[in-house]
């Protein structure tokens, strides 16, 4: 018998009808055939290098969904960079908008209790300090996550300035001190943050250095940009403040108003002028006149500038025989058509402290004429002396007065008003104009308060709760502010 009939025989001897049971372990026997194949001529680390490539890139572009299939092959293709890739697929997590799932990865990759992925330290810091309210124990974990960060890498420029930047908010200055100085040579706008920590040390020497250092740097970046950019203008502007440069940096400020319309120029004229006139308070501090006329100036650009209304208090309470001759000054000043606004009100507040009721609201109704923006300040000022820690009522409600009389219309001077007389008992009367402004005002926190103390002086109970109840639930400034008239 030849080989080919026992071939014959075989195959027609063969029980086909089981051979449908076979199908998968040939198809199993076929997979792992293929897998050899793939195995053999494909290079595991080349596909790593392609798929980091590709998951960085959308990182970048924020394509957060090819970024997620990209991380996921890396972590599938073995152990290698494992938390590299974990903070890969939780930055993209996030970024799809699934921050419980980005959360847990990041908590593998970036523990509190141990460091772990430098750069993961450094995003869950990020993630914290970038919040709309940031609370206290938010600010330990990431001063916590920074520390993690420079252990692991201790030349870390990001964690360094970071920290740095935590601790100078914190006025930690000792601890802010040495992550500033790491990174002032790589970042020179650091430079500005030494100069105001010098000065809180009152190290004289190292301010002016560093305050240096950040002028020059600004002034570079202000002169080459193409367009105008406020916040490096101001940075400038505040580096030669603090070297008491204080009119070229009122000049480079006003520079800037001319080019551009952002409001920030004009608070930062009111803070140059506010330390311009507290150093000649300091350096020479019978130069009424001087002092006057910056703060006149300062108010002139920001009506409501704290700093400024800090400096002008203090010059409506001059003790004898201070005042006498203050008096006598600012008189002939007037005389002399020097600051008419800002003097009448000063003068004004002389003559209240005097007893002289009837010149006083003289002097205040032409003050209000001279200044469109003086009863801003005006507002502002009575509720200072009606709130403040040695509290004036009677002389915040004459420059409140005054001004009602002017602009009984205006819902924030009925407000102070109101707030005045509330705290004078006259409670029926603060009702009246508090009620009237309520609608109308952004702040509303004072008012509740005012209203409170008001109906539970009449024996309204409720209502006094009430109005209680919404000033802890509306956020508080530090005193309302009236717009202009």
């Not at 590709?54 to 092959?73: F, I």
């Not at 030669?240 to 409001?263: C, H, P, V």
């Not at 311009?276 to 500038?305: C, E, M, Y």
């Not at 109906?455 to 009430?466: I, K, P």
Request: charged share 20%; net charge neutral; proline share 6%.
């Amino acid at each position: 018998m030849n080989i080919l009939l026992l071939i014959e025989l075989w195959f027609e001897t063969r029980p086909y009808r089981l051979l449908w049971w076979s199908v998968p372990a040939i198809l199993l026997g076929f997979a792992w055939v293929s897998l050899g194949f793939v195995l053999a001529f494909t290079n595991p680390a080349g596909t790593r290098t392609y798929y980091s490539s590709v998951a960085d890139r959308a990182l970048a572009n924020r394509n957060y969904q090819t970024a997620r299939v990209a991380a996921n092959r890396l972590l599938l293709s073995g152990p290698a960079s494992r938390e590299e890739n974990l903070f890969r697929l939780a930055v993209a997590q996030f970024g799809l908008g699934q921050e419980r799932e980005g959360s847990a990865l990041l908590n593998l990759v970036a523990p509190l209790e141990k460091p772990g992925y430098a750069p993961a330290h450094l995003f869950a810091a990020r993630q914290l300090l970038t919040q709309t309210n940031v609370t206290a124990q938010m600010l330990r974990q990431a001063e916590i996550q920074l520390n993690h960060a420079l252990k692991l890498e201790p030349d870390s420029i990001e964690a360094h300035q970071m920290l740095g930047r935590l601790y100078f908010q914190r006025r930690n200055w000792d601890l802010a001190k040495p992550h500033l100085l790491a990174v002032v040579s790589a970042r020179p706008d650091t430079a500005l943050l030494l100069a105001v920590l010098a000065r809180a040390q009152d190290n004289d020497a190292d301010m002016r250095r560093w305050a240096a250092t950040a002028a020059g740097y600004y002034q570079g970046k202000v002169e080459k940009a193409g367009e105008e950019n406020p916040p490096d203008r101001m940075a400038w502007a505040t580096a030669l403040a603090i070297q008491e440069r204080y009119a070229e940096a009122a000049d480079i400020l006003k520079t800037g108003m001319k080019n551009s319309s952002d409001k920030t120029y004009a608070s930062g004229l009111g803070n140059i002028y506010a330390d311009w006139a507290a150093h000649v308070a300091k350096t020479d501090p019978h130069n009424v006149v001087s002092r006057l006329q910056l703060i006149q100036q300062g108010l002139d650009f920001d009506p409501q500038n704290l700093g400024l209304l800090e400096q002008l208090l203090p010059m409506t309470r001059l003790p004898e025989p201070e005042a006498k001759s203050a008096q006598t000054l600012l008189t002939q000043m007037l005389a002399q058509g020097g600051s008419s606004a800002m003097l009448h009100f000063v003068v004004g507040n002389d003559a209240y402290q005097r007893g002289d009721v009837e010149q006083a609201g003289e002097h205040f109704k032409l003050a209000f004429e001279l200044a469109p923006s003086l009863p801003v300040v005006a507002n502002r000022m009575a509720l200072m002396l009606a709130l403040g820690k040695q509290p004036d009522l009677p002389r915040a409600l004459a420059i409140s007065q005054t001004l009602v009389e002017k602009y009984p219309n205006e819902p924030e001077v009925r407000n102070t008003r109101g707030i005045i007389l509330a705290h004078l008992g006259r409670s029926e009367e603060a009702v009246k104009d508090l009620e009237f402004a309520l609608p109308n005002l952004r702040d509303k926190s004072a008012t509740h308060t005012a209203l409170a103390l008001a109906y539970r002086n009449l024996g309204l109970t409720e209502l006094a709760d009430e109005h209680e109840r919404l000033s802890r639930e509306t956020p508080e400034t530090s005193a309302p502010a009236a717009s202009r008239p």
